[in-house]
């Protein structure tokens, strides 16, 4: 079960999806509106228009670029064309890519991030980078707990990987919610790294995951085709592709995004802490914290849902994730946690 279960709960505020709290761009809501004029015809099969954008914004070629209805389209379809034999995910992470391996009969490895290192990647990972090892998942920043990879850790394990012949799926898609944003994205060297794709979405970065749109970037011709061959026809709607157009023009808007979140992060994790909550390091727009206390049910029953951890490989009871939203909501938050805390 992931975050965002409105349709079976009385929510009337959401803090399980991690979007961004300003909302979709006026420039994306208008080109969904435009696009309804075009749903007579079939979509762009090539999504032409819509990869020449993602591959200015991200500084590759158009055609190192595929889209999926969402990364969760794109995880299985790497997995089906590579057809590995081994694959290795730290943990925890997010619950998709155990199932995009699991969809393929591979033998699958669990590389257990520890709380006392705050569920942070380490070097005790490097060993376990061997020949008969196919395919490892990576995420910048981790989901749920928010951290990024130590810039040096992460240069190490991709280069392990290449020099033993792993592929490396290295999903960006909260990177763009980070305070230092694309000056860490590996897009633009693609080049050197042939096995590795890069995944990111426009899920959270511009607040629209009923859209559901995701893009991978890889560098070798030959892997995106067997990629892509295991997307469907039409993958794309014609919604998909117009608002993702749209939403890469919105520079100005990011920068206010990664602003305001840095803010209201720093401002949630101290109204947690003063709760006596233990609260995770992160760099983007989530947080990952432990009680004793059954907050989810708590909260739920007062129209407020979080995202309840215990089911992520790696972790236990008690530990939960909020999204970062706008003060007013956080103070909300912070006032029923309170309240169950201390009555």
Same mark, same amino acid.
């Given at each position: ?5 409105i349709y079976r709960n009385q929510v009337t505020l959401d803090f399980s999806v ?46 190192w670029v595929l889209c999926g209805n969402g990364a969760s389209e794109l995880f299985p379809a ?84 290449? &020099?033993? *012949? #792993?592929?490396?799926?290295?999903? +960006?898609? @909260?990177? /763009? !919610? ?122 739920? &029953?007062? *129209? #407020?849902?979080?995202?309840?951890? +215990?089911? @992520?490989? /790696? !972790? ?28």
């Amino acid at each position: 079960m992931h975050g965002g279960d409105i349709y079976r709960n009385q929510v009337t505020l959401d803090f399980s999806v991690n979007i961004n709290p300003l909302g979709m761009p006026e420039s994306v809501r208008q080109a969904l509106r435009d696009a309804v004029e075009d749903c007579t015809c079939y979509p762009d099969e090539r999504q032409e228009a819509l990869r020449a954008a993602i591959g200015a914004w991200e500084g590759v070629p158009s055609d190192w670029v595929l889209c999926g209805n969402g990364a969760s389209e794109l995880f299985p379809a790497i997995v089906r064309g590579l057809r590995p034999k081994r694959i290795l995910i730290p943990v925890p992470s997010f619950l998709g890519y155990e199932k995009a391996a699991k969809a393929w009969d591979a033998d699958l490895r669990f590389y257990e991030m520890k709380a006392e290192k705050g569920f942070r990647l380490d070097e005790g990972i490097l060993p376990l980078l061997t020949k008969d090892l196919s395919l490892v998942f990576l995420a910048n920043p981790n989901n749920p707990v928010g951290n990024r990879i130590a810039p040096d850790l992460l240069e190490q394990v991709l280069v392990r990987c290449r &020099e033993q *012949g #792993i592929a490396v799926i290295l999903d +960006e898609c @909260f990177l /763009g !919610l980070t305070e230092q944003d694309g000056s860490r994205s590996y897009f633009p060297r693609l080049e050197e790294f042939p096995r590795l794709f890069v995944v990111s979405a426009f899920t959270k970065l511009f607040a629209i995951p009923g859209v559901r749109l995701g893009y991978l970037g890889c560098g070798d011709p030959q892997l995106r085709d067997i990629v892509e061959a295991q997307l469907p026809e039409w993958n794309l709607s014609v919604f998909a592709q117009r608002a993702g157009a749209a939403a890469v023009g919105e520079r100005g808007y990011c920068r206010r995004s990664r602003s305001l979140i840095a803010q209201e992060r720093a401002y949630l994790a101290e109204g947690l802490g003063r709760l006596g909550i233990q609260v995770y390091p992160s760099e983007t727009n989530f947080l990952l914290f432990y009680t004793e206390v059954p907050l989810a049910k708590e909260l739920l &029953e007062r *129209g #407020i849902l979080i995202r309840d951890c +215990e089911n @992520f490989r /790696g !972790l236990k009871k008690g530990y939960y994730r909020a999204a970062i939203r706008q003060r007013a909501e956080q103070d909300r938050l912070l006032a029923e946690i309170g309240a169950i805390i201390c009555r």
